[in-house]
């Protein structure tokens, strides 16, 4: 396997709390890979340092073959805002924006034009079951609606890989279901990496693999199964 | 699945012979696992000779059997009372996993490498579950939710077992 996204011994502490005490993890390119653990194993730290919004202590971070965790603040913002997609739990879109506005907001802060990026953002209304909402404000959208808007967002710049850190936390399981098969569906069809960070068991079985954080390492999970295996 | 309890609430539906219940049967509740006729014949002789269906005249025709079969108001009875009562929560406490679990730690084996080496096998299958959801009929994805929720409880018990095991060891040591 050639990781488009990994890790390499990861260390990364917030003052004389250790989060990652050696975290190695390689993602594949279209693959999607679950990264579990209880709270405070270290996972969403994981995630920050891979989508290289934390620098990590010590270790590297590479993506298509470059090392992340040495770029400048400016060229990381300049990769998540072009290679990346994000969608988290709460709070992440903008309320005084339109649903269309939100989705198309990755593609403004790309530099494109109106013209060009409002069909591109509503052209995932329909992908995600969401049409005829795009110029709802996005207090009038329930749980499940507000999460595929994120998702549209996630998507709508093309991103290599989706960044997702419980992204149906907030949902019920029927809701959360939804959220998750059109995660997957739009992910497979556009050829996106996932990570996704989660505790629940339900949402990890959707990733072709999944692996588990404990005590700042993680444990492959495949690799068990491999040493079973023989 | 309780096979005489399915065909007497077949039976419930419409009087019907042995091999209408058959196809009845693996429709619904087969999966990939038909009812041999010999089971659904003996079945229904059982539930006859008990008085909770009655079997009539055999019918002229060929095949082995050609009675149609009908509830009784005794098995009309047991069949709601099976329908309407809860199955009885069992504690679980005693699995193969807890035993394996105590015996590693009693033996000093690597009772956390057991508890991931489980862990994985659940989520594979219960990744092989949320894949026949999104392929299979709404019955399939009904039964498949019923295996995830399943699976996900013993996940969260290993999850909660492994995050204890010290304690657990420490107990297993001085007991």
Known sequence: MTPLIEARDVYKSFGQTPALTG??????????????????????????????????????????GRRLDTLSDSKRTELR????GFVFQFGQLVPELTVADNIALPLFLNGMGKKAAYPRAEAWLPRLGIEGLGSRRTGELSGGQAQRVALARAMVAQPKVL???????SLDTLAGELVMTQLVDASREEGVTV???????????????????????????????????? | MTVPLTLLGLL??????GYELKRAYDTYFGRGKPL??????????????DGKVTGGEAEPGAGPDRKRYAITEAGASEFDAWLTSP????PHLQTVLFAKVVLALMLGRPAEIYLDTQRAAHLRRMHELTELKSTGSLMDA?????????LEADLRWIDVTSARLSSLAEMVRTS
């Open chain 1, 163 to 169: 960044f997702a850190d419980e992204p149906t936390g």
């Open chain 2, 142 to 150: 009904l039964l498949a939710d019923h295996g995830l929720f399943h």
């Open chain 2, 36 to 49: 041999p006729f010999g089971q659904v014949y003996s079945t229904l002789g059982r539930l006859a000779r």
């Open chain 2, 87 to 90: 199955i009885e929560p069992e």
């Open chain 1, 195 to 230: 990570i996704l960070v989660t505790h629940e068991a339900r949402v990890a079985a959707y990733a072709d693999r999944q692996v588990l954080v404990r005590d700042g390492k993680v444990i492959d999970h495949a690799g068990l199964a491999v040493e079973v295996t023989s």
């Open chain 1, 81 to 84: 805002r072009t290679a990346f």
């Open chain 1, 23 to 64: 975290a190695s993890i390689a993602a594949a390119r279209g693959e999607i890979l679950a990264v579990m653990g209880p709270s405070g194993s270290g996972k969403s730290t994981l995630l920050h340092c891979l989508a290289g919004i934390f620098r990590p202590d010590k270790g590297e971070v590479w993506f298509a």
């Open chain 2, 12 to 17: 419930e539906r419409e009087p019907s012979h």
